[in-house]
């Protein structure tokens, strides 16, 4: 139950500071999200340097935790081992790409609008859920296909 506790607790305290961090960094704001990817008008490079940062809190983390098997409360490590760059892998970062150029939201920011009540963060929430839908339904049918082939 103790570690429940501690894992509940510093699973929020994580959420909040990321959230914080994305109100004050300015990721939250479309329309500061959009100037930074405005390259050829009025580009505010900004978040670049946001990002810069989360790449090296991010790098340092990792280094860390890959000389470990449990995390710090215990809980095992779990690390994602595919290191291809396949069509899957392409498909998908184009499509996150499109969605948050066309939104300037990406997943992170739009929990913090939704969060704090916005139509606009609801609804690329919405449709997050609907594309994970649509890729699970597509997922369990490219599964299932090969074996209603080789059945019948």
Not at 11 to 39: I, T
Not at 109 to 124: D, H, T
Request: net charge positive; charged share 10%; with cysteine.
């Amino acid at each position: 139950m103790r570690s429940y506790v501690l894992y509940t607790a510093a699973s929020f305290a994580a959420g909040f500071v990321f959230g914080l961090g994305l109100l004050v960094a300015g990721m939250a704001n479309p329309a500061k999200v959009l100037a930074f990817l405005d390259l050829a008008g009025a580009w505010d490079p900004s978040l670049a340097l946001v990002m810069a940062g989360a790449v090296a809190v991010g790098a340092v983390a990792f280094a860390f935790i890959k000389k470990r098997s449990h995390t710090l409360l215990g809980a095992p490590v779990l690390l994602p081992n595919p290191r291809r760059i396949d069509r899957r892998l392409i498909l998908g970062s184009l499509v996150f790409g499109v969605g948050w150029g066309l939104a300037g939201i990406c997943p992170g920011p739009a929990l913090v609008l939704a969060g704090a009540g916005s139509a606009k963060g609801l609804a690329f929430l919405a449709a997050v859920i609907a594309g994970n839908g649509v890729f699970e339904f597509f997922e369990k049918r490219a599964a299932a296909g090969p074996a209603r082939m080789q059945s019948s």
